[in-house]
């Protein structure tokens, strides 16, 4: 009997994944660990330096709490009502939990877009859907502008923020008694606060050599996703964030809902699957609720293989290790209106 017991451990030794070589894996895939301590700062201050602000220096405890209250502030909106947390919810892993994205009037976004988190989002080396902007100041811009998202004129926006006595204050504050402030300001500000938004987790401590980081359920998981060739698109500090073409083996099952095509070459930004247990519905469009199934899809439609149930909760176990730990974020108190503050359009 004890030979049958350590015959039956043997095998299960043999069965299971090997912590140090599934690391040596990973790294091998180019998967990285989110920066920590000073490497993370001078990470946040050269993506701060790519706005091209045009004001030293960046990155300060005013400029970040002030782009926190621009976050926050509907007032940016021309309704009042939409503020960039309503669609990034920061108490909903950065996103809306819907699978349109909703805005201005109730309308829906005429592609049928999702949200994609904005925690990490920093990390991404473009934003949008398909890429159009390469910073997060630019990527604040279009929102704002977008008549189904905030549907805000631009040099309005520039006049409320001019009208409130305590925002031009902030602002002095931030950037010196000179600052101009025009709408390039207003969403570099912005970018200045999502680049806080980190969310480092036990996988990071993991790929950083602490091989106890993850459970042997969760190390299974990352190396069958390692395995079945997720890594390919799916790498790099944020498990994405780079332009990938979309449905290489066969087409997506709900690729007409909403018929975005990706960028002008049918390129697509894959989403990063940081806090992914927290950020359903899945893909572009919104049109998974389990990431099971969004597993299998992805096995399918861009791997051309079958990922059964089994795996694909596997690998659902270890997707679940990438949720991070959130900052504490405090809800600001923003800024009085003056008598001169344009009023609200809807």
């Known amino acids: 009997m004890k030979k049958f017991l350590l015959f ?28 920590e301590g000073k490497e993370l700062k001078a990470y946040q201050l050269k993506k701060a330096q790519e706005l091209e602000v045009g004001y030293k220096p960046l990155m300060t405890d005013e ?25 990034h919810n920061l108490g909903l892993g950065g996103v809306d939990l819907i699978p349109t994205a909703i805005g201005n009037k109730w309308q829906p976004n005429p592609s049928a877009l999702n949200s994609p988190t904005v925690y990490n989002s920093i990390f991404n080396n473009i934003q949008f859907w398909d890429g159009r902007s390469h ?30 006595p305590d925002y031009v204050r902030d602002f002095k504050k ?35 050599g602490n091989i106890k980081a993850l459970s042997k359920e969760e190390v299974e998981g990352l190396d069958l996703f390692l395995e079945k060739g997720c890594a390919a698109c799916h790498n790099d500090i944020n498990l994405g964030g780079n332009m990938q073409p979309f449905g290489v083996v066969k087409p997506y099952k709900f690729a007409n809902i909403g018929g975005f095509k990706g960028d002008e070459n049918g390129m697509v930004k894959v989403p990063t699957l940081r806090n992914i247990a927290e950020t359903m519905p899945y893909f572009h469009n919104g049109q998974f609720w389990d990431v099971k199934d969004a597993i299998k899809e992805m096995g399918v439609i861009q791997l051309g293989i079958e990922i059964n149930d089994e795996e694909a909760k596997k690998i659902e176990t270890f997707l679940n290790a990438l949720t991070g730990s959130k900052p504490q974020i405090i809800y600001p108190i923003l800024p009085t209106n003056s008598i001169s503050t344009p009023k609200p359009v809807f």
């Open 174 to 208: 931030a950037y010196g008694n000179n600052v101009k402030i025009d709408f390039k300001l207003i969403s570099d500000t912005i970018a200045l606060f999502e680049a806080t938004l980190v969310t480092p987790s036990r996988y990071d401590d993991f790929l950083r």
């Open 135 to 164: 910073n997060l100041g630019n990527q604040a811009q279009g929102p704002i502008q977008n008549p189904v998202e905030m549907a805000a004129n631009p040099n309005v926006v520039v006049e409320k923020i001019n009208s409130i």
């Open 63 to 87: 400029q970040i709490e002030l782009g926190k209250k621009l976050y926050f502030d509907p007032r940016i909106s021309s309704s009042n009502l939409i503020s960039c947390n309503t669609c």
């Open 8 to 35: 039956v451990a043997a095998l299960l030794a043999l069965d299971a994944s090997n912590p140090q070589d599934v690391l040596k894996k990973a790294k091998e895939s180019n998967l990285k660990p989110i920066p």
